[in-house]
């Protein structure tokens, strides 16, 4: 989704919480502060607020943790519940606003591929090369395509009868070093890199040999580290 949609959606949440809060919102004492609004506007806004966290939330930081903390400690559509909610939500705008949410992902990416590629080295090891050429080139196509839309690079296209196809990845590494995503010496490893794994995933073994994967697996991963996404 566009950073600026997210942001949007955010935003819209986060009015609509202040508009119950100014009218429903009052002062019990010096230190407590209660939204005492009707339940279906309490139960409303709290799927609103909850919602948005889960949908915009990255896996694996620390929003969805602090709000199954909050979900524990209050009472379902607790006005406690929803100011809990609505200043999570307000700390994951303020990430998406400087553009921090771009590292979690690219952290949870890194994770992920690092472990296919650990795999794929450990089917080389036990000398099967065929199937490790398949997914390290695995790896290498599903990160040009998070490379591609992290620089907003279409990663389908439309055939002439209509339908819409995921791009090669030829295509992708030519529109991304197109878009200056990485330069031209990039684009030629990437281009062998796709020839091996095609070649094994074709069945034609002989066109490679175990010391091309191995450097393979290990310049993917490297290729990955300098460009995230």
């Known amino acids: ?20 809060e100014e009218q429903f919102g009052h002062r019990e004492g010096d230190d407590e502060y209660e939204i005492a609004a009707p339940h279906p506007v309490e139960a409303r806004i ?10 915009h939330a990255p896996p694996q930081t620390p929003y969805g943790r602090r709000v199954s903390l909050a979900e524990r400690c209050y009472i379902q559509y607790d006005d406690a519940l929803i100011r809990e909610l609505a200043g999570i939500l307000q700390a994951l705008r303020a990430d998406y606003a400087a553009d921090r949410i771009k590292t979690f992902q690219e952290l949870v990416h890194s994770d992920l591929f690092a472990d296919m590629l650990e795999a794929a080295e450990y089917l080389l090891g ?9 997914m ?12 591609c839309r992290k620089h907003g690079i279409d990663t389908t296209f439309t055939t002439p ?3 819409t196809k995921p791009k090669m990845t030829g295509t992708m590494n030519a529109d991304l070093a197109k878009a200056s995503a990485y330069g031209k010496i990039e684009q030629k490893q990437v281009t062998a890199w796709a020839g091996i794994r095609n070649a094994a995933a074709h069945g034609k073994y002989e066109e490679y040999d175990e010391n091309q994967v ?5 310049g993917i991963r490297d290729f990955i580290s300098k460009y995230p996404a």
């Open 136 to 147: 390290a080139g695995g790896v290498l196509e599903q990160h040009l395509r998070e490379l």
């Open 1 to 20: 989704m566009a950073h600026e949609t997210v942001l949007a959606e955010i935003d819209s949440v986060l009015a609509e919480y202040r508009a119950i």
């Open 46 to 55: 709290t799927t609103l607020l909850l919602s948005a966290i889960h949908r």
């Open 126 to 134: 036990e000398t099967y090369k065929d199937p490790a050429a398949v």
């Open 161 to 163: 009868g209509g339908d």
């Open 214 to 218: 191995r450097p393979m697996i290990s």
